[in-house]
């Protein structure tokens, strides 16, 4: 089931999503002092275009400097991925077929605007369950 609902998740929003956070990621490593925020987008750029059967976790080691990434990360590119969620989340629950990929695109809202801190895991890993 994971891999029907990845497959029709890439076609409907997964691809573009993905290329959004590349162009991010690109920019923000273009830019030399915003390297660690062009990384993080490419990491999720990736749990973007494929996100059944993983998970984001919080990483026990983040702490202040962590937050106020976040906030540099909110400036510079979180606030338009978390739009780009939420105007596909609302474009994909249009249709009955698409309120789990609807729903799948907002729980991807909060990593969207806070990704330092956090890590993608699969979801059947120990990590996961906690």
Same mark, same amino acid.
């Given at each position: @089931?994971?891999?029907l %609902?990845?497959?029709i998740?890439l076609?409907?929003? !997964?691809? +573009? @999503?993905?290329?959004?956070? @590349?162009l991010?990621g =690109?920019?923000l ?10 990384? /993080?987008?490419?990491r999720?750029?990736?749990? /973007? %275009?494929?996100?059944?059967?993983q998970?984001v ?6 702490g202040?400097?962590?937050?106020? !990434?976040?906030?540099v990360?909110?400036?510079? /590119?979180? +606030? +338009?991925?978390? %739009?780009g ?15 789990? %990929? ?6 991807? =809202?909060?990593v969207?605007?806070?990704p ?15």
């Open positions: @089931m994971r891999t %609902l990845n497959v998740w076609v409907l929003s !997964g691809f +573009w @999503m993905f290329l959004g956070y @590349m991010a =690109v920019v490593c273009i830019l030399i002092l915003t390297i660690p925020w062009g990384i /993080a987008s490419f999720i750029g990736v749990y /973007a %275009l494929w996100p059944f059967g998970t976790v919080s990483k026990p080691t983040a202040v400097g962590s937050f106020l !990434g976040n906030v990360w909110i400036i510079l /590119a979180g +606030w +338009w991925l978390a %739009l969620h939420i105007g596909t989340g609302i474009a994909m629950c249009i249709t009955i077929i698409g309120i789990p %990929l609807g729903i799948a695109s907002f729980k991807m =809202v909060p969207s605007l806070a330092l801190g956090k890590e993608i895991v699969p979801s059947d890993s120990i990590r996961a369950q906690y």
